[in-house]
């Protein structure tokens, strides 16, 4: 199926600069989404997740308008057609 | 036994035969549920203490309550025979479910998982299992795992593990050893208790047996099990088990017990870290295009020619490039670069004709090091992260230090001290980095506490005489020293006071601010402790206490004079709670007799509410003569001394809290006036070649080599103003 991924400003630069991406993916869930955007767009990858693969801590990812964290993680499921939005959080100083 | 009851259960069948007894299946009249019940053998020949410890260990396991644990309902006696009810589980052993070549890696690390969890729990409540198998491990049919018999081993001892599984005892020993023999940790046979890294041990058994279908440490006799045990390295497992798999593994069984993973909660992570991991290698891809983007915006450059002095300096919200001539007095502003990002490090690197200037920068979106070969007017950002914690640490990079170049005549080494407390070094010239394992492997690793800033390795020091020697400090774990080149490292703090701790002089555990080494006299180093001052002359050996006359000896920076190796720079501030200058008036303190006196230097400084910090890479000197000192503050201002810390002037204020400086001048020998000294044992502030270069690529011919084939290839982008 294929899903639309939503970049925000700081990854444009690598993801050769497009806002949205959209990938196909054979699985269900948002790792495996994730994971062909992550081929594509490895640079992506080490700034979402760390190097064992947990999601940085300000790091929002929405599967429609719903936050990740509260529907399981990287194991939520996504239906064909999924948008996904990445943000940072608000946060910092 | 068929039909008898056994407090108030009915025995049904009889569902399994074990070296401790036989396991029956039953029925709770009262509570009317399906239940196991395990029927000690009298054969076993428990005595009555025995009996009693039996009871109290397997009434200590019912209170563990965790869904990988099999549950302990009710233990008893009747007719003289012990008896454990417990949760009926329908599944196999993972012993049972372990085929010829293995099971598929997704399932090791499943059971895996649970199993490290369920060892966690009861290591939280005391308990050691000292019998781990994959027999006493059940996996229902929905793949829930089920440790069995947690503590059961160790009361019911050497004498009980006949038959189906092997016993060992050692002759005359009263407690005798307890577990089964191809599991058993090394430190069994020596006599030793065994602790929760026996149940590690055995864990990394159970794991390399489900992963490969054959047990590590195999032979025809006790002995020839034993001596496999205590002497040999497991066979290494190839694909298809992941590299991170048989790495979590080698951890557990590692023969040291102190080198092993610690708890089982390391073990977790790391095997978490592996099935994450999963996802991760799957989308490692070798060539693709690369991506050019754009990433400045409204940066100014500075024109760097021959001649010129650079201030590097990095803030919370990026990094400045400050460019004057060899007086100091005027300066141009480059910058910012890293809109928003932290630069906690900086270097300049000038060996073998670069003069690239290194970078690491934080922010939510993760820590990186990046490098410039053209004084900022492009930056190579690396796709994929180049430092990079291994997957069997379990540990992620928060942050990067420090950036130390390796020697002179080594062009190409570099090191980084990061966050958690690791040191890295790279041999390519930041193309790769690995982690320094000796240093991350030492006992008391687990030991060191996080300070304010974290757990940070923040200071590194080569010495220049020898180059198996170097010294690391972390906040808070002490300094630490290698003789053999990073193989093996010895705590240095004796003589430095720890606040932190009941023993105020322990072996290790203080909370190191900033180090520094004299390159002309690398014996002699100088230590801002958290709360203390210190020197040593021998090389670490010892640390005496020179805060003679300083208004606080608490502080972060300490830097000393690049000629004189009595001449020693700090900037005290008032204590741990009021992390400010004292009295509101910011000095600097100068010691000229190697810490018999401190004078104060102020003239030029603000001496009237000025309540600053300056933090411990935010002080620095150039190698110019007269020798400049640089000052920033958390406050953003930046002062400059040119007459070693007589007067001072305010470069510039407004900038971000300041976090380290660096500094270079681009030598010109047609240059005259002040004489930039050439005659120090090691430079890292001098670049031997010209200035600029081309604007839009790194293609000049000194850096054509080091910005090889794999450095240009699809791992790293470009980022162009």
Redesign the interface.
């Given at each position: 199926m294929r899903i639309t991924f939503h970049l925000p400003s700081?990854?444009?630069?690598?993801?050769?600069?497009q806002s949205s991406v959209q990938v196909e993916t054979s699985g269900a869930t948002l790792?495996d989404a994730?994971?062909?955007l992550?081929?594509?767009?490895?640079?992506v990858?080490?700034?979402?997740?760390?190097?064992?693969?947990?999601m940085?801590?300000?790091?929002n990812v929405f599967i429609g308008d719903e936050n990740v964290r509260h529907t399981g993680g990287?194991r939520s499921r996504l239906t064909p057609g999924a948008e996904v939005t990445i943000l940072?959080?608000v946060?910092?100083? | 036994m068929i039909g008898e009851v056994l407090g108030h259960c009915r025995i049904v069948a009889k569902i399994g035969e074990g070296g401790m007894g036989s396991v029956y299946r039953a029925h709770d009249e009262v509570l009317r549920r399906d239940v196991a019940v395990k029927v000690v053998n009298k054969s076993v020949g428990l005595d009555a203490a025995a009996s009693s410890d039996l009871l109290a260990e397997a009434r200590a396991s019912s209170a563990l309550s965790h869904p990988n644990i099999c549950t302990v309902h009710e233990v008893g006696e009747s007719g003289g025979e012990l008896y454990i009810v417990m949760e009926l589980i329908e599944g196999k052993t993972l012993h049972d479910l372990i085929t010829g070549t293995g099971l598929p890696a997704d399932a090791v690390l499943r059971y895996g998982l649970q199993i490290a969890s369920a060892l966690g729990r009861a290591h939280d409540r005391g308990i050691v299992h000292r019998d781990l198998k994959s027999a006493n491990v059940l996996v229902t049919p929905d793949g829930l795992v089920k440790v069995l018999d947690f503590g059961l081993a160790k009361n019911l001892g050497a004498t009980v593990f006949q038959g189906s599984t092997r016993s060992f005892a050692t002759p005359g020993e009263t407690h005798g050893v307890s577990g089964t023999l191809p599991y058993m940790a090394p430190e069994i046979f020596h006599g030793e208790p065994g602790d929760y890294r026996t149940d590690l041990w055995a864990l990394g058994v159970v794991l390399y047996e489900a992963a490969s279908g054959h047990l590590p440490f195999e032979g025809r006799t006790g002995f020839e099990i034993s001596s496999a045990i205590l002497r040999e390295l497991p066979k290494p497992l190839g694909p298809p088990v992941p590299p991170g798999l048989w790495a979590v593994i080698q951890r557990c069984l590692v023969k040291e017990p102190a080198q092993r993973y610690q708890t089982a909660g390391e073990v977790q992570?790391a095997l978490?870290?592996v099935?994450?991991?999963a996802?991760?290698a799957?989308?490692?891809?070798a060539e693709?295009?690369i991506?050019r983007?754009?990433?400045l915006h409204n940066v100014r450059h500075v024109k760097v020619k021959k001649g010129d002095f650079l201030l590097l300096v990095g803030t919370?919200k990026g990094a400045f490039i400050l460019r004057s001539d060899m007086h100091r007095s005027r300066w141009e502003i480059g910058g910012p670069y890293f809109h928003g990002e932290s630069v906690y490090a900086l270097a300049y690197d000038d060996r073998a004709g670069r003069h690239r200037i290194w970078a690491s920068t934080s922010?939510?979106?993760?820590t990186m090091l990046r490098s410039s070969d053209d004084f900022g007017k492009s930056w190579m950002?690396?796709?994929?992260?180049t430092i990079?914690?291994p997957?069997d640490t379990?540990?992620?990079?928060n942050n990067i230090w420090q950036i130390t170049l390796g020697p002179e005549d080594e062009p190409d080494v570099l090191y980084c001290g990061v966050e958690p407390a690791a040191l890295f070094e790279s041999r390519d010239d930041g193309e790769t980095w690995s982690l320094v394992r000796g240093l991350f492997d030492h006992p008391h690793r687990p030991r060191w506490m996080a300070g304010n800033g974290g757990l940070a390795l923040h200071t590194i020091l080569l010495d220049p005489e020898d180059r198996q020697r170097m010294y690391v400090a972390i906040s808070a774990g002490g300094v630490y020293r290698t003789e053999d080149g990073g193989a093996t490292w010895t705590a240095q703090n004796r003589g430095i006071r720890s606040v932190a701790t009941p023993n105020k002089y322990p072996e290790f555990g203080q909370c190191i601010h900033k180090v520094a080494m004299h390159p002309g006299r690398p014996e002699r180093l100088f230590l801002q402790s958290h709360w203390g001052l210190y020197r040593s002359d021998d090389r670490a050996e010892t640390w005496m206490d020179v805060a003679n006359g300083v208004p606080s000896d608490f502080g972060f920076p300490l830097i000393m004079h690049p000629r004189n190796p009595d001449c020693v720079y700090i900037v005290p501030v008032e204590s741990d709670q009021f992390r400010c200058t004292c009295d509101g008036r910011l000095r600097v303190y100068r010691t000229r007799n190697a810490g018999a006196s401190w004078e104060p230097l102020m003239r030029g400084l603000p001496q009237k509410d000025a309540y600053e910090t300056v933090l411990r890479d935010a002080l620095v000197t150039d190698r110019l003569s007269p020798v400049g000192i640089y000052v920033g503050t958390r406050s953003g201002q930046l002062f400059v001394s040119r007459d070693e810390g007589k007067s001072w002037q305010k470069i510039m204020e407004g900038l971000p809290p300041v976090l380290c400086i660096r500094n270079t001048l681009q030598q010109d020998a047609s240059a005259g006036g002040s004489n930039p000294v050439p005659e120090l044992p090691r430079s890292t502030a001098h670049s031997k070649s010209s200035g600029t270069r081309g604007t839009k690529s790194s293609n000049s011919p000194s850096t054509k080599r080091a910005r090889s084939s794999k450095r240009s290839r699809a791992?790293k982008?470009r980022?162009k103003s």
């Open positions: 700081a990854l444009r630069q690598f993801a050769g600069g790792a994730l994971s062909a992550w081929t594509l767009y490895p640079g990858r080490d700034r979402m997740a760390t190097e064992q693969g947990q940085r801590e300000h790091i990287l940072p959080a946060s910092g100083g | 992570a978490s870290a099935q994450s991991g996802i991760l799957a989308s490692q891809s693709r295009p991506p983007t754009t990433f919370t922010s939510y979106w993760g950002t690396p796709q994929e992260a990079r914690f997957a379990g540990l992620s990079l791992s982008s980022g």
